[in-house]
């Protein structure tokens, strides 16, 4: 986040104060409008797509659904309050309700030089995807009731809070936590909270007997180039600003997307023979994941290495965690952007450094004069929103699971969550 | 008549039909079906899970003709979709006791 | 329009001009560039996707080919003089021929603060939208020719004379007509239509006795998605500029958006015990297509109720058309845009009020003091929209029908318009 | 390009340099940002759906693939060397290695008003796309390693001398050399690589004899219409600026795809008595793909004509290539881009005169005195791409074929590329 | 018991549905086929590539049935699936010895 | 020789054919088919229109077997494919009068 270098390059609030009062930018608040497109993109109709083809013919409208429906009801929870906690006030641990319904904010409130209204849509989007994310940890299993309320009930307990942690002032932003567009905030939540559900809800059935083939790799396809391009707009817009540091941040983007790729392929083609299409989109996610939090502290050298080893980590979690652990994420969410938010926010550390020649980044956060000092931050920041999710999102789980049931019957899994849960069906070709 | 049904490899449909039609026979009846047989399907992976796709994509034709041709349709249809290659399929001949045709309601070998 | 507002705010024509004056905004240029390819979007693919899935197999590609058709044939005539018609000139009813081919228009012509060549290209992708949106209304059972002739007949006659009364300097202009980015102009002259449209072509064979259901709901949630997204070109570039009005209409569209999914979603689980994904992306439409004359006036609490409110008013209305009326709008386009931009053309008047608390607007437009004078001008501004589209609409299809013959014979209707206009098949899987 | 542009009226190099000292301008900026998410766009998912959709359904995956890895690997060399090679130094026909893992670019490095990490990423994309375009040439035939081998010689082989003859400082730029945004550069090279490659593998099994159609038109239309929209960044984005260059460029390109559409349906409509949904989208991108190198030389009068010429003279290569040469160019690759690209560099010469009335544009390059001279040069750049393109071509694929051969076979063709490259499918529904 | 196979125009199934359906038939089982045939296909072209798709659409009714039913069914059929008009279709008869009714085990007409 | 047919649900696929492997058949023909009977459909509904879909997606197996299999092998789908619920489907017996190996040419019960 711009603001987070800001708040670091200019570390008296006066200085930070006096560039707010320089008034709106146009070009900064053209480019974030642009940037908030291209981040509600990314989940709809990108994401929606992504996950849609890599489950059955009969669940495929369920997945798109829930995305849809977690697009409208956080969005509307953002407003209301989750804004608010996000980033209203100067807590360590939680913001306050001093932004409720946007109170206060017209058209000239502003956020920095973009519109406030700007920089809460802009925010609202990355609320919006973090939760879809997760739909790929219990995709094809899950009640829709069960999913909406797990959802709102997330966002609020651990989305925001992290949220705070990390942009809204608190206390890893204090520490100087490098995580530019998400590293912890959106992808090690997201990874390890559909990792906790894959487990509280137990596979799919036929999960390791039968095939839970892709329906449709080609809506898989176009849902991950929708991703790549809005990406651009996910890392390049968290400048919050359209300067040199958005247009880095985009290079380094694509470059960790192009190496995921490559790498991916490349080890499916020498292990297996065959490089795959989707493993080539799964790397270009794993780079694009990655290179998340390290976006806007590393150059391209830097990018390059960080691809090549999203590909390489990424690449081994999923086989690990489902030839050895044998859990059941259906859509590999933790093992693609969990354990790819915990590199990327680790190696942001790395490559931050000035003094590493062509893969030399931007330097460490304001106060801290070393690469361990800047590691054992990335470090606990990493580890902090790791715990904290794993333990709130199994509590919600459970108490969702005795209240009104997480899974939907036998049956209803059998038929497909399209008929039994929306009577609907995908396809009438 | 008879009820003549080949499982012939896919892309020889346009071969079997040929042979058929200088044997001046131009109506019938294609299905895609997938085929279990000897020949073995192949594995795909998807992220490391490995699927199993053991059928073979093949077409069923089904051929209604009189009783007395039926050795030279199977030997045409033999002919056009044989490649020597495990997984070229079978043809099967069954008894048939009534065709009609809808539109004018002919019966019997007229029908087809 | 941000045009509007400025003609508002800065009553004088002199200090219009001294803006002007002020010579190219870079921003707000980027700005409209983006909200241009944005509307463009929303037509090419969003609306073609977002219609295709929901026809029936045999006449998806006629849907994409009737809007790939209206894109190209619009601009032209566009180009060549629906543009003068509607923005040329000071008339109360209609344009003139002063900007014929963009006669004059050079790399520095401004409009406000942005080259005029840009200006006339956002519009121009609002008058393809419009005609596209009425393909809905006679969807699976029109000639292709005659398509295209109503299409052009009815873009010169009803929707460049709307235009102009409404952003060109016309009579409700003048009269402080709140239409921010396209209600009257755009929904309500789609909406009439589309059902007029449906009422002369009649209903297609098999409507109420047999299933004519979406082919590829997957499709329809894609161009779902495209059109959310790029709506916020839609509203937020109706500002013209890069600043707080474009950020804030981005917002209360999003809002309404979401709203109006909830809100279609939560009365289908109500009413028929399961939420479909259907009615989300309905809802959402509705949401969106309601919030939109009202998008720049309104703030976000007000966005809120009237996402909610389209959802309830929609919904109602698409169950009393089908279900009551019996009348064949294939995809509800009457009941969506034009039952929603009414609702959303008359609450504009209401929540531009400044004095509603956390639901209040920004202001009723220069010289009206109060509610009820805002509501009477949108309320003409309803009405007149609605009467002059219905009677137009009308006396072009039955004329054309009458030279030409709007409807295609039963056989190429149950063969489909794919294969007997087209003599193409849009899937060989 | 703008660059180019500006290095023809500001012939002093001193003056150019004043112009860089400026500093960096955020507008262009957000503009160049937006345009380089748009021309990405364009390949992924545009060019790879278009495409796909238009094979058969045994080797969609194939195709998307091809695209997909094109994007990562282009940009890892592009990032390596290419981007110095097209770009570094000033030699007449090559650049050099000085810009080599963009050493010494940061955050604050201008290429004219952008940084130059900015301007890296928008050629990038271009480099992107050109190689995927020529897929369409071998496209369902190609193996894998052959298809990545290839596209990675080529492009440093021929891409990147082109673009530095016409871009980069070379001899046709020198010579005065219109060409905006990629008619030879992109769509010359593209099309004659894609004409030689189809003709060095051979024609598909089946070609002239069977039926190879389009297994989902749905697909290509989608792609399509990203296309359209897309092309608003190669071309707008190519004025590296957001003011009325940039919007011309947007207004022109549209225009000549409107009437590219319009003239292509309407000889299929004359001709076989119905319009086609694939006619209406290949006519779109031969007006596209034609009005590329004018689009910031022409005006929109120009661009009609440009579009309509497109039409006509891709329309009549195409069926000539199919019916008289039976050349199986696959996906038409040549006499769209090809054709289109070539008619389109002339046009420019042509439709750049400013005294054409009506059908004026922005007048020839600094020096260039009348119409002959500037169609000399125009003749020039076409027939040198042409013939330099063709020949190195031929090499890279005689060397590679004997090397590691080019052509899957004849089994691994029946079965589908789908499976026997990447043991994948794209459909199970 | 004979098995009664229809192959009908795809937009008849309604019509021949609710004529077996007067019949007290309920079940039978239904495929999608390409019919080919006297009725000829169309010429479609892609940028000039005609393709010839020489087959007609058609649904492929499975009916089994007791033998004394026969008569009626096929009449039945051939009414409802009637339009006069080339490619209607055909109406096969073919012996059937045994059926059994997975759920219970029955056997014979009364697993129908 | 005779032809065995069955109507089976969808997810016991794996069910039958791993108990036909374990009589030694192992090849059989698939086709997916839509299936009406007493097992009623559902109703859809797309913004307030109803579409009542009446039909069950169903698989139907087609196996070829020597005439003295016949018992053994429809047990075996009948316990395989047996849920107890409606709808499980039906196993129908038709004469097979040849068999023919394409790729070789033998035919009879050597061929299956
Ligand atoms: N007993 C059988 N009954 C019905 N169909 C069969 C039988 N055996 C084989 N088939 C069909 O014939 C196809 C080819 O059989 P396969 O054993 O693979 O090779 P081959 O035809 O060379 O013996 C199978 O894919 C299947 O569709
Ligand atoms: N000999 C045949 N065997 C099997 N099916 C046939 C045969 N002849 C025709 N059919 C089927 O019947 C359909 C209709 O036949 P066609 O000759 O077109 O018209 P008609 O039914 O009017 O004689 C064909 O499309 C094909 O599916
Ligand atoms: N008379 C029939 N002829 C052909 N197929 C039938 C017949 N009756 C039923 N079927 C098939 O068997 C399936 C199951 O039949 P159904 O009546 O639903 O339940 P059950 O098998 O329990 O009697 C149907 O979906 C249909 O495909």
Redesign the pocket.
């Known amino acids: 986040m711009k603001r987070l270098i800001a708040l670091l390059l200019l570390s008296t609030p006066a200085l930070a104060l006096a560039q707010a009062e320089n008034g709106p930018n146009g070009a900064d608040t053209a480019w974030i409008m642009t940037a908030t497109a291209l981040v509600l993109f990314m989940t709809l109709p990108g994401l929606a797509l992504f996950y849609g083809g890599l489950v059955r013919s009969k669940n495929v409208l369920s997945v798109l659904m829930q995305c849809f429906t977690i697009a409208g009801a956080v969005s509307v929870v953002w407003f209301l309050f989750g804004y608010s906690l996000a980033f209203g006030g100067n807590g360590a641990w939680i913001g306050d309700f001093s932004k409720l319904m946007l109170v206060g904010v017209g058209h000239d409130t502003l956020n920095g030089t973009i519109p406030e209204s700007l920089f809460m849509m802009f925010q609202m989007t990355f609320a919006i995807i973090t939760p879809a994310l997760i739909v790929g940890g219990f995709a094809e299993r899950m009640k829709f009731s069960a999913m909406l309320a797990f959802s709102l009930i997330w966002l609020v307990v651990v989305y925001a809070p992290v949220t705070h942690w990390v942009w809204g002032g608190g206390w890893l932003q204090e520490m100087g936590l490098y995580d530019f567009a998400g590293g912890t905030v959106v992808h090690i939540t997201a990874g390890v909270a559909a990792l906790v559900a894959a487990m509280v809800l137990g596979p799919r059935k036929g999960f390791g007997s039968s095939a839970l083939m892709p329906h449709n790799m080609t809506m898989t396809v176009a849902g991950a180039g929708m991703l790549w391009v809005g990406w651009f707009g996910f890392n390049g817009g968290s400048a919050l600003a359209a300067d040199g540091y958005a247009s880095m941040a985009i290079l380094v983007t694509h470059l960790s997307a192009a190496m995921g790729t490559l790498t991916w392929l490349t080890i499916e083609w020498i292990r297996y023979g065959k490089p795959s299409m989707l493993g080539a989109a799964t790397g270009m996610v794993a780079g694009l994941g990655t290179i998340t939090p390290a976006s806007g502290f590393v150059g391209p050298g830097g990018a390059v290495v960080i691809g090549l080893l999203a590909g390489i980590v990424c690449f081994s979690a999923t086989n690990f965690l489902k030839k050895v652990l044998k859990i059941d994420d259906s859509l590999d969410v933790f093992p693609v952007h969990g354990v790819g938010g915990m590199l990327g926010t680790l190696l942001a550390g790395v490559f931050s450094a000035t003094t590493l020649g062509v893969f030399s980044g931007y330097g460490f956060a304001e106060g801290i004069g070393s690469m361990a000092g800047q590691l054992k931050v990335q470090a606990i920041g990493v580890i902090a929103t790791l715990v904290f999710t794993a333990v709130a999102t199994w509590i919600i789980l459970k108490l969702l699971d005795a209240v009104i049931g997480l899974r939907v019957s036998d049956e209803e899994e059998t038929q497909g969550l399209d008929l039994s849960q929306h009577e609907e069906r995908g396809y009438d070709l | 008549m008879k009820l003549i049904t080949a499982?012939i490899k896919p892309y020889k449909l346009d071969d079997v039909r040929d042979a058929l039609g200088e044997l001046g026979i131009q109506g019938m009846t294609v299905t895609e079906?997938?085929?279990?047989?000897?020949?073995k399907g192949h594995t795909e992976l998807y992220r490391g899970a490995e699927y199993v796709v053991d059928?073979?994509p093949?077409l069923k034709l089904e051929v209604a003709v009189a009783a007395d041709r039926v050795e030279d349709i199977v030997e045409a249809i033999r002919n056009a979709a044989n490649t020597g290659k495990?997984?070229?399929?079978?043809i099967f001949v069954s008894p048939l006791e009534d065709a009609v045709r809808i539109r004018t309601g002919e019966r019997g070998p007229e029908a087809l």
Chains 1, 3, 4 share one sequence.
């Open positions: 499982i079906v997938k085929g279990f047989g000897r020949q059928f073979q093949k495990i997984g070229d399929g079978k």
